[in-house]
């Protein structure tokens, strides 16, 4: 903050990027540091036509402001007319009238007959893409520190120039390169159209280019949902899956299709639920089932329901407030622990009250 003013100060910091820049440019920034994995289960959408975004700035819930004001990517959910979720996507601008819309496969069909039902009579092109993948890049050293200072420090550098110069000049070939928009954690995400040259890279080791599910256990830890399998369709609302909290949310644009409830409940109370995250002291039984009841180990009382679980790490919708004062929890017998994620505002709120008619 006071480099622009003090030429001492801007000295040191210019100092210090040459520094910084030399050791990403040796030993400390390279692939071998990074997990790379193929998104199986997310697949992409087309819209194309010079009113495609003013026609999905009225179905998402983010600000489709940002992508035309510079930004390579956007975080948003779709709706439906009760204000449930349909899916949460990434959105990547593609030129000036095509945007990519990345969304669970599962959801994909569902998702392409909501726009199409919206689009009424706008000369906009809805349609499949079936020669593009996704795919994410994440430091791997993230899996064990993403929750202490170590873990604020990798993101200061996840964060950097130096690291995303790094990045897009390695990934070059890639169609779309864009940071995660939600969690510099994250990392990047890469939209793919050659997966043999992508994977041909001197600089890819051999671990990197196995199928792994480091990506969901890391997205486990921070607390972070994704797909239809974390938030099923129809049946949470976007603040309860944290969507206000990762930059998916705006409270300052126009009307979009299930704005009512969403904006009802932002602006009367604190959510009483929310999609978080679960460490369990042991390994679970091998035939666990989504769904299954989270519950306070001193009094068995039910907080919330598990929506996923990868080793130990688990993602669960529960009741906040009550979770974080429970000394432990219970889930298929075996005893676990939840905690306030790290990127949550420092003043989040603890609960808020749902009607659950809505």
């Known amino acids: 903050m006071y480099a622009g003013k003090y030429p001492v100060a801007r000295n040191i910091q210019a100092s210090f990027k040459a520094v910084f820049r030399r050791q990403l440019s040796s030993q400390n920034v390279n692939l071998t540091n990074y997990s790379i994995e193929k998104l199986e289960g997310r697949g992409l959408l087309r819209v194309h036509g010079k009113e495609a975004s003013t026609f999905l700035q009225g179905l998402v819930t983010n600000d489709m402001r940002h992508l035309e004001e510079g930004a390579r990517s956007m975080y948003t959910m779709f709706l439906n007319i009760r204000g ?102 994250l990392g990047y995400r890469l939209i793919v159209s050659s997966e043999d040259e992508l994977l041909k890279d001197p600089k890819l080791s051999q671990d990197n280019q196995q199928p792994s599910r480091l990506y969901r256990q890391l997205r486990y830890k921070l607390g972070v949902g994704e797909g239809a399998a974390d938030m099923p369709p129809g049946k949470c609302i976007p603040l309860e899956a944290n969507c206000d909290f990762l930059h998916g949310v705006s409270f300052h644009k126009g009307c979009y299709i299930g704005q009512e409830l969403t904006a009802r409940v932002h602006h009367t109370g604190v959510v009483r639920k929310r999609l978080m995250p679960i460490v369990l002291n042991s390994e679970p039984p091998e035939d666990f089932m989504p769904g299954a009841s989270v519950e306070n180990a001193l009094d068995n009382k039910a907080l919330g329901k598990l929506h996923g679980l990868e080793n130990k790490n688990g993602l669960a919708l529960l009741k906040v407030s009550e979770a974080l004062s429970a000394p432990a929890l219970r889930l298929l017998n075996v005893s676990g622990f939840t905690k306030k994620p790290s990127w949550w505002p420092q003043e989040a709120p603890k609960e808020r009250m749902i009607d659950k008619d809505m």
């Open 84 to 185: 449930r979720v349909i899916c949460d996507t990434v959105i990547y601008k593609d030129d000036n009238d095509t945007f990519l819309i990345e969304a669970d496969k599962e959801v994909e069909t569902t998702l392409q007959k909501h726009l199409k039902m919206y689009r009424v009579r706008k000369k906009i092109d809805i349609d499949t893409i079936g020669d593009l993948s996704v795919w994410v890049i994440f430091l791997k050293s993230l899996i064990e520190n993403c929750d202490n200072k170590y873990s604020q420090e990798k993101q200061s550098i996840n964060d950097s120039d130096m690291e995303h110069d790094f990045i897009l000049k390695t990934f070059q070939q890639s169609k779309i390169v864009s940071r995660d928009p939600r969690l510099a954690e």
